[in-house]
Structure formats: C-alpha cells, structure tokens
C-alpha cells in the first residue's frame, strides 16, 4: 500500500471552510477505494492557487524531499495549480522526490494521453483564473467609474461613507498637509517622521510611520482631489508594484475630497524624481530572452547577458558569457552571440514543437483519450446518484422514527453524518456533471487551445519568454557544441516529442525522450 498525503485548498472566491471538509472527505473515500494509505493533511484555506503564498503547500513541497510519502491527492488539478509554468515546475520537482500527484475526480493514470490532457485541463483552469480576474477588475472599474472606493484600507486622511464615497478625516489629514509641507521644504524623512510621532499621528494601520508609509502618502494623487485607480501596476509574479503605473489607470477629477493643491503636490513630486538615483536609467534596457534558463557546458554556471562596444564605431554587442568566468575568470568558456542563440532557440522549438504534424498528433489523443472518459463518467454519475438516493432514503427513516416519538442519542449524530454526506455527494455529482462537459471536447475547441502557441515568434516579449519558461528545461553551452533540454510534457511525450533540424532545414527523426526532458542538439562546430 502506497503512502499518501492529501492537499485542499479553497480561494476566498463564492467559496467556504466547508469546500475543505468536502475535499478531504472525498478524498479519504478515494483513498480507501484505491488503497492509498493517508499519512498527513496539507490544507490552505482563502488562498489563490495564482500564487506562491500558500504556506502548507510549500511545506508539503518540501515535506516530499524526506521520503515521507509517495502521492499527492488532490479532489481536482486546479486545487494544486492554477498556473500551467508554476504545476509543470512543481510537478517536476515532486518527480525528482520520486512523488506524483492524483487526481480524484480526474483521474489520470500516467499515460501519454492523460499527460496531454492534463496540461489541457491545467491550461484551461488558467483560464478560468484569468477569466475569474478580469470579471473582478471589471466590476471594481464600474465602481471606481462613480468615484466610490473600490476596497481595502482607504488612503490616511480619508474614511469610507455610506455611499461608498470617500469623506474627509480632518484629524489625519492634517497629518497629511504636515508630510507635504515639510517634504516641499526640503525636510528628511527621519525629520517628518519625528515631527509626526511628537504630534501623535500614527499610519491609517495605526502603526508608527516610516520611510515606505511616507513614500506613498507623498505619490497619493487623490489628495489633490482627484480620484484615482488602478495606479498600481501588476507584475509577472502575480503581485502589485506600487512603483509602477497601470497602463489602465482611471483618474476623475473632483471625484473626493481635497486635502493638497495640485501646485503643492506636483512641486513634491519633482522632489522626489530629482532624489533618484538615475545611474543607468537613460540606457536602453536590453532584455535577454533565455535569462535563467542558458548555462555553461564547462563550469554548470549560469549564463548571463554582457554588453561590449566597438571603441571606434560604438556599436554594441550582445553576448551571453559564463557568470563564473566573467566573475572569478576561472572558466574558459567563450561567450555567445545573444541574437544567434536566442534565434536557434526559436527556430527550433517552431519546428520540433509546434509543427503542424505535432500539434495535430497531440490532439488526436488528446480527443481519443476524451471520449474514453465521456464513457466512463455517465457510469460514475449514476453510481453516485445511486447512493445519494439511498441517503436520503435512511434520513427519511430516522426523521419517521424520531416524528413517530421513537427517541435514541444516536439518532442525531448519525442524522447529522447523513447530512453531510449527502452535501458532499452532491458536490461529487455536481463536479461530476462538470466534468461531463468539460471532456466533451470537439475538434475545434482543442485545436484553438493547442494552435495558441504556434504563432509564439510573432509574440511580443513576455509572452515568448513564458514559451520558453513551459518548454525548455535549460539550453546547454559547450565550445563545440550547443544543447538544448526540453520538459516532457504534452507536446514532447512519447507520442509526440520534438524533433530537431537537419542540415537543411527539415525536422530529423524524434530523439529518445528520458523521464523528464529530451536533450537536442542546437549547432555543432564542424571539424
């Protein structure tokens, strides 16, 4: 018997604590089915999959490094990964532990075709993540469009009324003319800070101010009266960068109190743009597509993006070079043109990955595989309605006996352990129900979702780096040699690995594929 270990997670999104109960209840029900013998229980609870902050799934992550268990089982793929890059890296991470997870509800049982179907099911829970998000944002944008207060804590020198319209606080806005005042004046912040603990002002938190508390008093644009949205900018890793502004931005004048003129509040941010460092800020950004992910053949150190210009003409050159050689010039390995490595990359995963004869193949399976389970679950669903029907069947028996007077301690522990699990039945044949439709792929619907990828080189920037971060493992540089490992994943299983470039151009016969990436072969020197 397998030892296994259970993970629930519910978002704080139309869900409760009682989503957690329900998963582990059907989880240990699986478990015991399957014959998995359940070691500990990892749970968070109001937490987005989107993000890293889940504190017991990293432990659980960890936890899979002592050899403690040999499964993960979670009631659906979404409850561990929202995010198809961040499940293809823990996941890996699990298998080098030599641990995989399971799925209740969709359970895939390691074949090729439930490999490509997994990441299908992942990439569309992304979806509705993202889908989730965008509905929010459009509903917080209604409301920031009558100048009411969208949430949270509203800025110090404000209170939220009844109307959801932000009033002044007159004791915490004179705090605010105090930090503008003094700042305009050339004053430091240690000296604001002084004067506002001598004066009993504390931060909206209540807390005593510092330095990044007065930082974004002094960029709050809504002082001036003017009602402002959407001014943080969002990054890749899912957090906001206060420092930054949304492209989105919503700004209604006169839309809440004034507590600062517009002179006095430009004239403090002139201040402040003048305080920074600008050391390369004039310098055009280069950014460097394989960042991360390129290492050096001969030390195993990272890679990373270097600058030369020509002393005479001043044009520049981009290179990879090895970080160790470049720091402690212990390593000999020459630098590589960024352009050409980057464009071998591309060229390659174009044609190995996302050729039509791949992708095509992929779904093939993955349908194939769908419409086995489009068999199976009508057979599950009528299982459970089966049992739900004789759950309501004993209840209605107890509820006899009690109205026919017939009293016994028992009865109502054992009527509340019906009830719940008839509640989590019918969330099992409501997920179930789901699931029915989520299998009923047609052709089109797959092709789309695979075919999202194929046009990845006319993409801009971001969105190729995040083709490169779900496909390639690492790209390897020798003196003689360029390499280059790609994830085993859907596009790269058995059924349908990449394949590399002959010498004019055509995709060669598939590699062998290990358990967790192919190796190809970029450029080699010739002799």
């Known amino acids: 018997m397998q030892t296994a270990v259970i993970y629930a997670r519910y978002s704080s999104d139309n869900q409760r604590e009682e989503s957690i109960t329900a998963q582990i209840r059907a989880i240990e029900e699986y478990s015991k089915k399957e014959q998995y013998y359940i070691v500990d229980i990892y749970k968070d609870e109001a937490q987005s999959a989107t993000t890293d902050d889940r504190k017991d799934f990293l432990r659980m992550i960890a936890d899979s490094k002592k050899g403690l268990f040999d499964v993960i089982i979670v009631h659906k793929l979404d409850r561990f990964a929202r995010n198809r890059y961040d499940s293809a890296i823990y996941k890996r991470e699990l298998r080098i532990n030599g641990v995989r997870v399971v799925s209740v509800t969709e359970n895939l049982d390691g074949s090729p075709e439930s490999v490509i179907l997994e990441s299908v099911l992942e990439g569309m829970s992304e979806y509705y993540s993202a889908n989730l998000a965008r509905e929010v944002k459009k509903g917080l944008k209604e409301t ?185 010039g212990e390593c000999n390995l020459k630098g590589v043109g960024k352009d050409k490595i980057e464009q071998l990359v591309m060229d390659h995963l174009y044609a190995g990955v996302f050729s039509d004869s791949v992708i095509e193949d992929s779904i093939d399976k993955i349908l194939d595989y769908s419409n086995k389970k489009q068999v199976k679950l009508p057979g599950l669903l009528e299982e459970y309605k089966a049992q739900l029907k004789k759950i309501d069947t004993d209840i209605n028996k107890i509820i006899d006996l009690l109205m026919s007077g017939y009293r016994n301690d028992s009865f109502k522990q054992k009527l509340d352990e019906l009830e719940d699990a008839k509640l989590d039945l019918k969330i099992i044949i409501a997920k179930t129900e789901h699931q029915i439709e989520v299998y009923a792929y047609n052709r089109n619907d797959v092709s789309n979702f695979m075919y999202n990828f194929k046009n990845f080189r006319d993409m801009d920037l971001k969105n190729q780096k995040k083709v490169v971060n779900m496909f390639v493992y690492k790209v390897i540089i020798h003196d003689d040699r360029y390499d280059m490992k790609l994830f085993t994943n859907p596009m790269m299983s058995d059924i349908a690995s990449p394949r590399v470039l002959d010498a004019d151009g055509h995709p060669s016969p598939r590699p062998s594929v290990s358990k967790e990436y192919v190796t190809i072969n970029l450029w080699t020197k010739e002799d």
């Not at 809504?222 to 960068?241: A, E, I, W």
């Not at 700004?251 to 460092?277: L, S, T």
């Open 144 to 328: 920031a469009l009558q100048a009411r207060h969208t949430g949270g804590r509203p800025p110090l020198g404000y209170d939220v009324g009844e109307d959801k319209r932000l009033v002044l606080n007159d004791f915490e806005a004179e705090a605010v003319k105090i930090i503008y005042n003094m700042y305009s004046d050339a004053h430091s912040y240690g000296q604001i800070i002084s004067e506002l603990s001598n004066r009993g002002f504390k931060t909206k938190a209540d807390k005593p101010f510092g330095k990044n508390s007065l930082y974004e008093i002094l960029r709050q644009e809504k002082y001036t009266g003017t009602f402002v949205f959407n001014r943080r900018s969002k990054g890749p890793n899912g957090k906001y960068n206060n420092h930054k502004e949304s492209s989105d931005i919503i700004k209604i004048e006169n839309g809440c109190p004034q507590i600062i003129d517009k002179g006095m509040w430009f004239k403090v941010q002139e201040r402040m743009k003048g305080n920074k460092k600008i050391g390369g800020q004039n310098k055009a950004k280069i950014e460097y597509l394989l960042s991360g992910k390129i290492f050096c053949g001969n030390c195993a150190s990272a890679m990373v993006g270097h600058t030369t210009s020509d002393s005479k003409t001043k044009k520049k050159y981009y290179y990879y070079v090895c970080n160790n050689k470049k720091r402690t």
